[in-house]
């Protein structure tokens, strides 16, 4: 079955580390995604990339940080930067094609909890 | 600055009856919206899109509608199901190198009451 697959889906951090968050897709998609989703909010976009070895900042990128060095992959480290790294992380995936609406795909997600 | 709003946090509405689901954007210049479906712990699911030049598309038991004046979509689900309970969101993109970003509302809880 194609899908998404993020692993750990729970992780509990202490204060002042870093810790990443895998992601890995066997769509074939060549867009990935990283969205945060905190209680009673929206999604909001950390990092995306459109292709392997590029990548963009969202509108919270502060904090994290990402790499695309494959297509199935696309980790995100949360670093002791990020100021309240407590929250519910969702990877997403898309196959771009022109024209039409950007349909995205997202795993089950990962809540991390900063104890 | 919340371009795309959901101002219902919740709903409510008796199986078999319509569940109406209302989101209002603020940029005139978004190109498409797509509504998801979110179950709790779980990633969320898309259900249907619209693009700017139209101003109603259907799926099955949903759909959406665009009044651009207005600024302003709605989802349509009927008959309303006890398993279409759950979070929806709403969302808007840019067209080209924009459509990469997608922007959220808050989402809109729906609950159908058997």
């Known amino acids: 079955d194609g899908g998404i697959t993020q692993s750990p889906k729970y992780l509990f951090r202490k204060e002042g580390q870093n810790v990443t968050l895998s992601c890995e897709q066997n769509?074939?998609?060549?867009?990935m995604y990283w969205y945060r989703q905190d209680p009673g909010q929206g999604l909001r976009l950390i990092y995306y990339?459109?292709?392997?070895?590029?990548?963009q900042k969202g509108d919270i990128a502060e904090g994290y940080s990402v790499s695309r060095e494959k297509k199935e992959s696309f980790p995100l480290t949360v670093t002791s930067a990020q100021k309240n790294p407590t929250a519910f992380y969702l990877c997403?995936?898309?196959?771009?094609?022109?024209?039409?609406?950007?349909?995205?795909?997202f795993g089950a997600g990962s809540r991390l909890t900063v104890l | 600055d919340q371009q795309v709003k959901q101002n219902s946090p919740s709903l409510s509405v008796q199986e078999g009856r319509i569940s109406i689901l209302n989101c209002d954007y603020t940029?005139?210049?978004?190109?498409?919206f797509l509504w998801y479906k979110k179950y709790p712990a779980e990633g969320p699911t898309f259900l249907i899109s619209?693009?700017?030049?139209?101003d109603k598309n259907e799926d099955g038991r949903f759909t959406v509608f665009l009044n651009k004046s207005a600024k302003h979509l709605s989802l349509h689900i009927v008959p309303s199901q006890p398993g279409d309970s759950a979070v929806y969101f709403c969302?808007?993109?840019?067209?080209?190198?924009?459509?990469?970003?997608?922007?959220f509302g808050k989402g809109t809880k729906l609950s159908v009451i058997p």
């Open positions: 997403a995936s898309s196959n771009r094609d022109y024209p039409g609406a950007n349909v995205l795909t």
């Open positions: 769509l074939n998609h060549d867009a």
């Open positions: 990339s459109q292709i392997v070895n590029d990548f």
């Open positions: 969302a808007a993109s840019l067209s080209g190198a924009g459509s990469y970003q997608l922007t």
């Open positions: 940029n005139s210049m978004f190109d498409y």
């Open positions: 619209i693009s700017s030049i139209k």
